[in-house]
């Protein structure tokens, strides 16, 4: 009776719906392993060798390169600096656009469409040309900044050689890049808030701030997660352009993060060993902090039916 159950139910897999659901994702799963999962788990393979990407041989070390890593005074100055930008680019790219997606979809209502357009164009350009852009704008001895700081008997600092300016320079110009796209999304979470509400809130003469607070934060935070989450993940990715175009990590790994770091010595210095064991670790230390986010900040989120 149980052969015949299993052939049964074998014969109902094969021919039912679930066998055109696989089909359906096979190939994303493939996709995800040639390009994903195969490259993880040989990034893990090679951070327990002492390899350089020329040597045929590669000699196993254990744990050296994880060791070697904690003990490193320059890994703790690139994960400072990695926390830095995404502490700015949080306020830059997810609390600036929350707010002014807000204003635009509830206080102004003339001109909507050019102020999205104008804040979405950034977007599509290359941010290798916005930074060189900006690497004139904001040159500190002929630029049309200094020029204008001059006008007004200011001096502009020079700021890829000051330490702690340079942060904040590299996180404005990836905000440049960046900010569209996350007003658009965040502004399409506000305007899905109900009109009603707005109104009777508006009717009990509720302030603005309170509304903005207490009712349309709360009812669009799924989205706002989901800005939140991606405005991390570019605290890594997006910085790396800026700071290769620019500073090349300076001065004096001042602007280094993480993904500059991993890529620095992995094909700069081909300590390709120690580059894939800090890959694992950056790695590690972002699916926590994700858990822990999704774990406490997940239960507030709204979802709308």
């Known amino acids: 009776m149980r052969k015949i159950e299993k052939k049964q139910a074998w014969h109902k897999f094969l021919t039912g719906n679930t066998l055109m659901a696989y089909g359906f ?12 999962f195969y490259p993880l788990l040989h990034t893990v393979y090679l951070s327990f060798f002492d390899w350089n990407m020329i040597k045929p041989v590669k000699t196993f070390v254990g744990s050296q390169n994880y060791m070697a890593l904690l003990q490193d005074p320059l890994t703790y100055t690139v994960m400072k ?12 790219n997810w609390a600036a656009p929350y707010l002014l997606a807000f204003i635009l979809s509830f206080v102004i209502k003339r001109g ?21 852009l900006y690497l004139w704008i904001l ?9 204008i700081a001059k006008f007004f008997g200011l001096t502009v600092p020079i700021w890829s050689k000051t330490q702690g300016l340079i942060i904040v320079v590299l996180s404005i110009i990836t905000t440049w890049k960046v900010f569209g796209y996350n007003f658009i999304v965040l ?33 669009s935070s799924a989205t706002g997660l989901y ?15 800026p700071i290769k175009v620019i500073t090349q990590g300076g001065p004096d790994n001042a602007s280094s993060n993480a993904i500059y770091n991993v890529y620095q010595e ?17 790695m590690a230390l972002f699916v926590i902090l994700l858990l822990v986010e999704f774990k406490f900040v997940e239960k507030g989120i709204h979802y709308e039916n």
């Open 81 to 92: 600096n990695t926390l830095a930008y995404i502490v700015i680019l949080l306020l830059l």
């Open 227 to 241: 800005v939140f989450i991606m405005t991390i993940v570019q605290g890594l990715q997006y910085v790396f352009t």
């Open 139 to 147: 040159n500190p001895v002929s630029g049309p900044v200094a020029i």
């Open 25 to 36: 994702i096979v190939p994303s799963l493939l996709v995800f392993a040639v390009f994903m």
């Open 112 to 132: 909507r469409d050019f102020y999205k357009g104008m804040f979405f164009l950034p977007s599509v350009i290359s941010l290798v040309v916005g930074s060189i």
């Open 187 to 219: 502004f399409g979470g506000i305007t899905g808030v109900p009109q009603e509400v707005i109104e009777a809130a508006r009717l009990d003469n509720v302030p603005l701030h309170r509304i903005f607070f207490d009712i349309v934060v709360p009812m």
């Open 266 to 282: 992995a094909f700069t210095l081909y300590h390709t060993g120690y580059a894939s064991a800090f890959a694992i670790v950056t």
